[in-house]
C-alpha cells in the first residue's frame, strides 16, 4: 500500500540478470498502471531521500513507550515493528496459565476497538482471539500525530476498562 503513493501497486524482487525486457516490451492495459508506477517511483525516491526507514524506527520505539505508559491493566504486552504495532490485551483478572499468562479478554478487546472508533481512531483487531489491537499507521505519520493516537487509546481502554471490568 505505501509503496503505491495510493495507488495500487505491488513490488516484485527479481534477479537482474533475468529481465530480459527491454524498454517498452511489455506495456499494455492488462501489464501495469502507469499512474501506479509513476507513485511508486515518487514514493521510493521520497523514501530513499528521507531515509524514511530511520525516522519510522525512532516513531515506533517512542510509540510504543507512550502505548505501554498508559499502564493499563489490561494490557499484557505491546510489540511489534517501526509504527506497525499491536497491543495484546488480557484478563487481568484471570488465571494465569503454566507459562504465567493472563488469558486473553475479546469482549475488552472489541469494546477497545468500538471506543477507538468513538474518539476517531481506526484500529483493527488479530492475533488470539482477536486480543491484539493493532496500531498501522502511514509511514509519514508526524510525532505529534502518535502522541494524539496515544492519547486517544488511553481513553478508550480507561472507558473499556471501566465498562467491562
Same mark, same amino acid.
Given at each position: 500500500? #505505501? ?8 513490488v %516484485? ?13 511489455? /506495456? ?5 498502471? /502507469? %499512474?501506479?508506477?509513476?507513485?511508486? =517511483?515518487?514514493?521510493?525516491?521520497? *523514501? ?9 524506527? $525512532?516513531? !515506533? ?7 505501554r #505508559? ?6 499484557g504486552?505491546?510489540?511489534?515493528? !517501526?509504527? *506497525?504495532?499491536? $497491543? ?15 488469558? /486473553?479478554?475479546?469482549?475488552? #478487546? ?10 476517531? %481512531? ?17 509511514? $509519514? =505519520?508526524?510525532?505529534?500525530?502518535? /502522541? ?18
Amino acid at each position: 500500500k #505505501a509503496i503505491g503513493g495510493s495507488q495500487p501497486l505491488a513490488v %516484485l524482487s527479481y534477479k537482474e540478470e533475468m529481465d530480459a525486457w527491454g524498454p517498452g516490451a511489455h /506495456t499494455g492495459t492488462f501489464r501495469g498502471n /502507469t %499512474l501506479s508506477f509513476t507513485c511508486g =517511483t515518487a514514493s521510493l525516491r521520497f *523514501m530513499k531521500e528521507q531515509r524514511l526507514w530511520e525516522q519510522v524506527a $525512532v516513531k !515506533g520505539e517512542t510509540f510504543k513507550e507512550q502505548l505501554r #505508559a498508559t499502564n493499563a491493566r489490561s494490557i499484557g504486552d505491546v510489540r511489534g515493528r !517501526g509504527c *506497525m504495532i499491536g $497491543v495484546e490485551i488480557v484478563d487481568p483478572n484471570g488465571e494465569r496459565d503454566g507459562l504465567g499468562l493472563l488469558p /486473553t479478554h475479546p469482549a475488552l #478487546a472489541a469494546e477497545i476497538q468500538s471506543q477507538c472508533f468513538a474518539n476517531g %481512531l481506526i484500529i483493527e483487531r488479530g492475533g488470539r482471539d482477536g486480543c491484539v489491537v493493532r496500531f498501522l499507521p502511514p509511514l $509519514v =505519520t508526524t510525532p505529534e500525530e502518535l /502522541t494524539e493516537c496515544a492519547a486517544r487509546f488511553q481513553a478508550a481502554i480507561t472507558a473499556a476498562e471501566a465498562k467491562i471490568l
